[in-house]
């Protein structure tokens, strides 16, 4: 299945253009959603304002993942700058990880109202149930988790 772009939350746009967040510096994190989730309600700034995140229990945190081997660096040309992160999964075990529809990405913090929102996936049109044994894959596309050109 293929997911959306990445749509990106109002406020991070400010905090990227203002220094707020270091794309090459911080510690970012996705969590998982369910369609109940208002993930798509691009005003939100915060992670502690995101409702509906999926629950604890067979192999899914509600800490999230880090995304790993994060760079922000030059894109196919000059004019481009491109970040970029490695693979994120999940896989279920001992039972299923139901109800996903949306992953977002956050920066670490101290606290949930500390832990900017950078946007979101929509992984699929309708939430669906990871069966045990399965896992799930976000790959970033070969242009990065996003681009700027």
Do not use: C
């Amino acid at each position: 299945m293929a997911a959306s772009a990445l749509a990106f939350y109002n406020e991070f746009k400010k905090y990227m253009a203002d220094g707020t967040l270091d794309l090459d510096g911080n510690i970012f994190r996705v969590t998982l959603h369910t369609s109940a989730s208002n993930a798509a309600t691009l005003t939100l700034s915060v992670a502690g304002s995101i409702t509906g995140q999926i629950a604890d229990g067979n192999g899914y945190s509600t800490s999230g993942k880090t995304l790993s081997a994060t760079t922000w660096a030059a894109g196919a040309s000059a004019s481009e700058m491109r970040f970029d992160s490695t693979a994120i999964f999940w896989s279920a075990n001992a039972g299923t990880i139901p109800n996903i529809k949306f992953a977002l990405i956050w920066v670490s913090g101290a606290s949930a109202g500390a832990r900017k929102l950078v946007g979101y996936w929509q992984l699929s049109t309708a939430q669906f149930t990871l069966s045990a044994g399965n896992r799930i894959t976000i790959t970033p596309s070969a242009n990065g988790v996003f681009e700027l050109n």
